[in-house]
């Protein structure tokens, strides 16, 4: 999280420097390299905050942007900036960490609904670890020794069927 909110930091001190506004050219007016620099930049910046899109008001960033070009007081101070980003990058982290955990609660539970259908399968050998296998072709040669080396063919997948 730090690096993205460093990324996006970086990407709005360009914007600064390269003095964009709310009022940006047309796409279909970009005549000179200024302008394809700016737009070019400004895509950048919008998809380093793509992440966070739904956090901004771009109105209100704006106005920063411009404030802090201009030599305007801000209407935070850097104080009161840093406490605000030391909270939403908690919020973040917390937010982050509730999708990864209902995402991992989501994958337990599939894959043990397709761990017991599975295992009503013909032929599905569970061992006591609970691995499943299913013998496709029986071999018929002789049986490797502990210290053997031997080459298998075998294709695993996903519960959702994937390889």
Avoid: C, W
Avoid at 4 to 17: G, K
Avoid at 42 to 53: A, C, E, Y
Avoid at 84 to 109: I, Y
Avoid at 110 to 133: I, W
Wanted: negative net charge.
């Amino acid at each position: 999280m730090k690096g993205f909110l460093r990324q996006s930091l970086t990407a709005m001190a360009v914007v600064a420097a390269l003095g964009l506004s709310a009022s940006a050219v047309a796409a279909d007016k970009l005549e000179s390299e200024k302008d394809k620099v700016s737009y070019m930049v400004g895509m950048d910046v919008g998809r380093s905050l793509q992440q966070i899109k739904d956090e901004l008001d771009l109105k209100v960033f704006m106005q920063a942007v411009e404030a802090v070009l201009q030599g305007q007081p801000t209407a935070l101070s850097d104080e009161e900036a840093l406490a605000v980003r030391q909270g939403f990058m908690q919020k973040l982290q917390a937010k982050q960490a509730a999708d990864q955990q209902a995402a991992a609660e989501k994958n337990k539970t599939e894959g043990e609904a397709f761990l017991a259908d599975n295992k009503k399968k013909p032929g599905v050998v569970t061992t006591e670890s609970g691995l499943q296998y299913q013998v496709v072709t029986q071999g018929d040669g002789p049986k490797p020794a502990a210290t053997d080396t031997v080459k298998v063919h075998y294709r695993g997948t996903f519960a959702d069927g994937k390889e």
